[in-house]
């Protein structure tokens, strides 16, 4: 019966995320809405407000309108050629047009692109730092972990590897593949090349980022393994301090939920969103890394610390370079709107 309830403590986990995220979506602020002078479709909304009639004394001084093609004709039956010509539309000179030539072409060029290697190099700089902020914490919480994790993982990893249901297990074996090194990578560069295409401003930030955020978790992650050089359950030796599947999880899947929420969405209720789904991405990882055996209990809670702490910087950097979140998202609205209406 306890096995039976380990297993349900996966669906359980993902509904009581899914279940927060809801409440949270519905309770977080909707979208603005766009005012009626920026809805290119306002003319659908309401009747259009009637033009000011002309001033009646200057009807009564002009009179009523007479084509001038009638005022010719009148002018010649009366037999008046002069007053027929003055009547006649005047000619314009192309001599003049001769002797006053166009504006000049500007000096300008057409387009201008702004500099990207700024940017980039600021970019650079608050990954590296990122990295070493990262470091930093997590060298300071090595120790506790090593010296006194032992008594909290041995019992755990004991029970569940002697309560494991074995198609769950192979259930989960490839559920857990999400964290693993190279399937998180072509998550990122896949991003990487979609979210460059897709992006209005910048396109080169989201390539730039991903990969960055590649080298930064991949050396600072072998930093720690050789400092500390925790081994893994007896099963699975190779999983260190900290886990890496349940920090390429916070970090990527983070990172690229973060980027397609402050393009496209960049409302509250979008950021909910984004959260819960990289929250559940998480727990299935945390889970399955557990249930395999595949690192220890204190090892997985500081992966996804880890994850945490890389993930904050890049966050930071993107909103540095790019601007707030919501910006172009809230441009690209009416445009969309004014494209599809009739």
């Known amino acids: 019966m306890r096995r039976y309830l380990l297993v349900a403590l996966w669906p359980a986990g993902i509904a009581a995320i899914a279940a927060a995220t809801v409440i949270a979506a519905r309770r977080a602020p909707g979208p603005p809405v766009p005012a009626a002078a920026d809805d290119p479709a306002g003319a659908e909304n309401g009747p259009e407000p009637a033009r000011p009639a002309a001033p009646a004394a200057r009807l009564a001084d002009t009179g009523p309108a007479v084509p001038p093609a009638a005022r010719l004709a009148d002018a010649a039956v009366a037999g008046k050629p002069d007053a027929a010509r003055s009547a006649s539309p005047p000619v314009p000179d192309t001599a003049a047009f001769r002797s006053h030539p166009g504006p000049a072409a500007p000096s300008w060029p057409a387009t201008t692109r702004p500099d990207w290697r700024p940017d980039l190099i600021r970019l650079g700089a608050i990954s590296c730092a990122g990295g070493i902020l990262s470091y930093g914490v997590m060298a300071l919480l090595g120790p506790s972990v090593v010296n006194h994790g032992p008594a909290i993982d041995e019992p755990i990893v004991r029970w569940t590897s002697s309560h494991q249901v074995s198609w769950w297990a192979a259930v989960m074996k490839r559920l857990d593949k999400i964290g693993n090194t190279w399937t998180t990578w072509g998550a990122a560069g896949t991003a990487a090349v979609c979210l460059g295409v897709t992006w209005r401003q910048r396109k080169w930030l989201p390539p730039a980022a991903l990969g960055a955020a590649i080298l930064v978790d991949h050396y600072a992650t072998l930093a720690l393994r050789h400092r500390f050089g925790r081994l893994g359950p007896p099963g699975s ?80 950097g993107i909103r540095l370079i790019a601007g707030p979140a919501g910006v172009n998202a809230g441009q690209a609205r009416p445009a969309l709107t004014a494209t599809m209406a009739p």
């Open 237 to 316: 030796p190779g999983g260190t301090y900290p886990s890496g599947g349940c920090d390429r999880v916070v970090l990527f899947y983070g990172l690229i939920a973060h980027m397609l929420w402050r393009e496209f969405s960049g409302s509250q209720r979008g950021k909910v969103w984004a959260i819960g789904t990289v929250a559940a991405l998480s727990f299935n990882e945390a889970y399955g890394r557990e249930y395999l055996s595949k690192h220890w209990f204190t090892d997985i809670i500081s992966g996804l610390l880890y994850g945490a702490v890389l993930l904050g910087p890049f966050i930071a």
